[in-house]
T-cell receptor
Framework: AQSVTQLDSHVSVSEGTPVLLRCNYS??????LFWYVQHPNKGLQLLLK??????LVKGINGFEAEFKKSETSFHLTKPSAHMSDAAEYFC??????????FGTGTSLTVIP | GAGVSQSPSNKVTEKGKDVELRCDPI?????LYWYRQSLGQGLEFLIY????????KSGLPSDRFSAERTGGSVSTLTIQRTQQEDSAVYLC????????????FGQGTRLTVV
């Protein structure tokens, strides 16, 4: 069975401090993994993706994620939060060439 | 246009009416997905089309929901006899085939049933 668990429904950080959004997955296969961001009243935008190449993946806007197979995790990080990072973040697993499985999302608040 | 296009962007309908939501995927993308996002919730999978294969309809919540994809391109999601619980943002996405391909999302259609 395939599933994605985003461990925090809400994360609040101060501007300029690091961001950590946690994601664990389960998959019967070696999946591709993605992080998407959704700003208020906007569509979903791809932040980054892991597709079995380098385990540390760099994305847009300074975000990166590390694939850890032994921990079945794909946590999203950013060294320094910006006000514009406030949004909903979704971790997504694609275990085969077909379906995407979405986590329930993490709402990031950035405090000035 | 380079992106996934959805129309209308907003739709207000009366309970009991039928609605049609349209999705124009990115040219060349053989996979097309419909999701539903209720206020403050995650994404609920509805239906998936891949090329000429039979669609995966396993996420459709009731037989009032149906979707078709004509000519392997444009897709229409139809909701018959709308109910207030159908109010949500309906998102369409398309992708190339294969494990490594990401999904590209449209801006969504916000459906309000009054």
């Amino acid at each position: 069975a395939q599933s994605v668990t985003q461990l925090d429904s809400h994360v609040s950080v101060s501007e300029g401090t690091p961001v950590l959004l946690r994601c664990n997955y389960s998959s019967s296969y070696s999946p591709s993994l993605f992080w998407y961001v959704q700003h208020p009243n906007k569509g979903l935008q791809l932040l980054l993706k892991y597709t079995s190449a380098a385990t540390l993946v760099k994305g847009i806007n300074g975000f990166e994620a590390e694939f850890k197979k032994s921990e079945t995790s794909f946590h999203l990080t950013k060294p320094s939060a910006h006000m514009s990072d406030a949004a909903e973040y979704f971790c997504v697993v694609k275990p085969t060439g077909n379906q995407f499985y979405f986590g329930t999302g993490t709402s990031l608040t950035v405090i000035p | 246009g380079a992106g996934v296009s959805q129309s209308p962007s907003n739709k207000v309908t009366e309970k009991g009416k039928d609605v049609e939501l349209r999705c124009d995927p990115i040219s060349g993308h053989t996979a097309l997905y419909w999701y539903r996002q209720s206020l403050g919730q995650g994404l609920e999978f509805l239906i998936y089309f891949q090329g000429n294969s039979a669609p995966d309809k396993s996420g459709l919540p009731s037989d009032r929901f149906s979707a078709e994809r004509t000519g392997g391109s444009v897709s229409t999601l139809t909701i018959q006899r709308t109910q207030q619980e159908d109010s949500a943002v309906y998102l369409c996405a398309s992708s190339l085939p294969g494990l490594r391909a990401e999904a590209f999302f449209g801006q969504g259609t916000r459906l309000t049933v009054v």
